[in-house]
């Protein structure tokens, strides 16, 4: 007896065949990558947040944050190095401003994505059976 077995791929109503994605090479996936970890630290994301709503100086972040200053200037440097953040200097302060405005639609968008609840996400932090 032969069973024929077959497999239909549903697709979303947002996500259609009509508009497929093409592959992307390596090295921009790997670029992509270390954008996502640049930007994967709570603090960072604090700082992003706080970035899109206006151009800050450390010690502004420092106070919106609660954060000490040393470890703001530590995020700082790895956003700035990730190509995120761009500092500039006035005076004796830097003011740091996002250099993209899709960077804050990244993180803004994962935010309001936990914040809808758990659709997808396993109510927080995935254990490690789920990575």
Do not use: F, W
């Amino acid at each position: 007896m032969t069973v024929e077995v077959r497999s239909e791929h549903v697709h979303s109503p947002t996500r259609g065949a009509a508009n497929p994605v093409p592959p992307r090479p390596a090295h921009t996936l790997s670029a992509a990558g270390e954008l996502l970890r640049a930007l994967a630290a709570p603090v960072r994301i604090a700082i992003v947040l706080q970035l899109r709503e206006a151009d800050r100086c450390v010690h502004e972040l420092v106070e919106a944050l609660g954060v000490a200053q040393p470890l703001i200037s530590q995020h700082l440097r790895v956003l700035k190095a990730a190509g995120v953040v761009h500092g500039e200097r006035h005076g004796r302060e830097v003011v740091y401003r996002l250099v993209d405005e899709h960077l804050a639609h990244i993180v803004v968008d994962a935010v309001t994505h936990v914040d809808e609840g758990p659709r997808g996400i396993n109510s927080g932090v995935l254990g490690t059976e789920e990575l």
